[in-house]
T-cell receptor, first 115, second 115 residues
Framework: DGGITQSPKYLFRKEGQNVTLSCEQNLNHDAMYWYRQDPGQGLRLIYYSQIVNDFQKGDIAEGYSVSREKKESFPLTVTSAQKNPTAFYLC??????????????FGPGTRLTVT | AQTVTQSQPEMSVQEAETVTLSCTYDTSESNYYLFWYKQPPSRQMILVIRQEAYKQQNATENRFSVNFQKAAKSFSLKISDSQLGDTAMYFCAFMKWAAGNKLTFGGGTRVLVKP
């Protein structure tokens, strides 16, 4: 089955440590995205990538970094510079440029707790 | 920059009845797309319905339909014959055409369907 996987589902880290969240897709989508969701709020864009080896900052990129070495993978690193890293992180993918919008498909998310 | 506003933080509806969620957006663009996403307690984001701004006809997907008023920059979602499984957070989202397919989300409306 095609889809997006994020691992792990729950992640706990101590303050001051970097942590990397995994996102893999087998939908053959060109574009991938990372969003952050805080309790009771909508999603905010962290980073996005439209092609391999290229990515752009979203609205809240400070304290985060990404890489896109493979089409299928778009890992997100939450660095110690991120002041409030505890949140729910969602990865998504889409296939723009095919004549449509097109809609983003989301993974199941990773809940990160930093203490 | 685009903004999306959902003015109803929470709504409740009796099973089998109809509920309408409001969404307004602010943009200077003429070509764009609008989406409604559903986030049930599992937190998986699921696309409910989409609307292309160039289409005057309102989109419909089974029990879900939209009222798209381009001049008023309004995009409401109507859920007919509400079912218990419709209980979720609902997010309105805006996508500018040909701009990386980035989504801008509203703050969400929590819908509770009561038996």
């Amino acid at each position: 089955d095609g889809g997006i996987t994020q691992s792990p589902k729950y992640l706990f880290r101590k303050e001051g440590q970097n942590v990397t969240l995994s996102c893999e897709q087998n939908l053959n989508h060109d574009a991938m995205y990372w969003y952050r969701q805080d309790p009771g709020q909508g999603l905010r864009l962290i980073y996005y990538s439209q092609i391999v080896n290229d990515f752009q900052k979203g609205d809240i990129a400070e304290g985060y970094s990404v890489s896109r070495e493979k089409k299928e993978s778009f890992p997100l690193t939450v660095t110690s510079a991120q002041k409030n890293p505890t949140a729910f992180y969602l990865c998504a993918s889409s296939n723009p440029g095919t004549g449509g919008p097109y809609e983003q498909y989301f993974g199941p998310g990773t809940r990160l707790t930093v203490t | 920059a685009q903004t999306v506003t959902q003015s109803q933080p929470e709504m409740s509806v009796q099973e089998a009845e109809t509920v309408t969620l409001s969404c307004t957006y602010d943009t200077s663009e003429s070509n764009y797309y609008l989406f409604w996403y559903k986030q049930p307690p599992s937190r998986q984001m699921i696309l409910v319905i989409r609307q292309e701004a160039y289409k005057q006809q309102n989109a419909t997907e089974n029990r879900f339909s939209v009222n798209f008023q381009k001049a008023a920059k309004s995009f409401s979602l109507k859920i007919s014959d509400s079912q218990l499984g419709d209980t979720a957070m609902y997010f309105c989202a805006f996508m500018k055409w040909a701009a990386g397919n980035k989504l801008t989300f509203g703050g969400g409306t929590r819908v509770l369907v009561k038996p």
